[in-house]
């Protein structure tokens, strides 16, 4: 059980366009979902915390235009990329939160390599 | 900022034990302990949590100090497949609050090498 699935699992762009990553939770109801960036040979790096029907709320020093964040459903979040230049290129990871599992809750998504060229 | 420090890399061989130290000297009384891995190119993977007790699962055990100031996973036989960054964690904030969901914030994990 608690499953997460992340979509898709790499993903290459030319620069200035936009690119959606979702991420579902198949058997759990996520009601909160949290999002990573992962540069190389470094660790993770909070971006987002988003609970289902309202505002993601962002770390600080992550842009709330350029990353955006819906979480319309208690089984669903995607990050949009937008405008997507060279240095957003990373390793995206989600997490989805529910109710207390064999893992008390916390479920990673196995991410999304983003290239933009 | 995480509130964990842990050792930068360390070696053992396949079968052998290994024990991954972590310290978290500004722990609350509420903070559980949390330890996720992270095999290359794949998100984290949930490998144990604790509280005050000792824990074991079929994947480690948790050993932590009486005093709760620094905690060890062990891994009975390692494998190959253990090869994998480990990160101690704990939650922020340490308790639910109103102002929503607790955090895991990451550290720089300790990168496990295992030879054959």
């Known amino acids: 059980g608690a499953v997460v699935s992340q979509h898709p699992s790499r993903v290459i762009c030319k620069s200035g366009t936009s690119v959606k990553i979702e991420c579902r939770s198949l058997d759990f109801q996520a009601t909160t979902m949290f999002w990573y960036r992962q540069f190389p040979k470094q660790s993770l790096m909070l971006m987002a915390t988003?609970?289902?029907?309202?505002?993601?709320?962002?770390e600080q020093g992550v842009e709330k235009d350029k990353f955006l964040i819906n979480h319309a459903s208690l089984t669903l979040s995607t990050l949009t990329v937008t405008s997507a230049h060279p240095e957003d290129s990373s390793f995206y990871i989600c997490?989805?939160?529910?109710?207390?599992?064999?893992?008390?809750?916390?479920?990673f998504g196995s991410g999304t390599r983003l290239t933009v060229v | 900022d995480a509130k964990t420090t842990q050792p930068n890399s360390m070696e053992s061989n396949e079968e052998e034990p290994v024990h991954l130290p972590c310290n978290h000297s500004?722990?609350?009384?509420?903070?559980?302990i949390h330890w996720y891995r992270q095999l290359p190119s794949q998100g984290p993977e949930y490998v144990i949590h604790?509280?005050?007790s000792n824990v074991n699962n079929r994947m480690a055990s948790l050993a932590i100090a009486e005093d709760r100031k620094s905690s060890t996973l062990i891994l009975h036989r390692a494998t190959l497949r253990d090869a994998a960054v480990y990160y101690c964690i704990l939650r922020d904030p340490p308790a639910i609050t109103i102002q929503g969901a607790q955090k895991l914030v990451f550290g720089q994990g300790t990168r496990l090498t295992i030879n054959p």
């Open positions: 604790g509280l005050t």
């Open positions: 988003s609970n289902e029907g309202s505002k993601a709320t962002y």
């Open positions: 997490s989805a939160k529910g109710d207390r599992r064999a893992n008390y809750g916390y479920t």
């Open positions: 500004t722990i609350s009384g509420t903070d559980y």
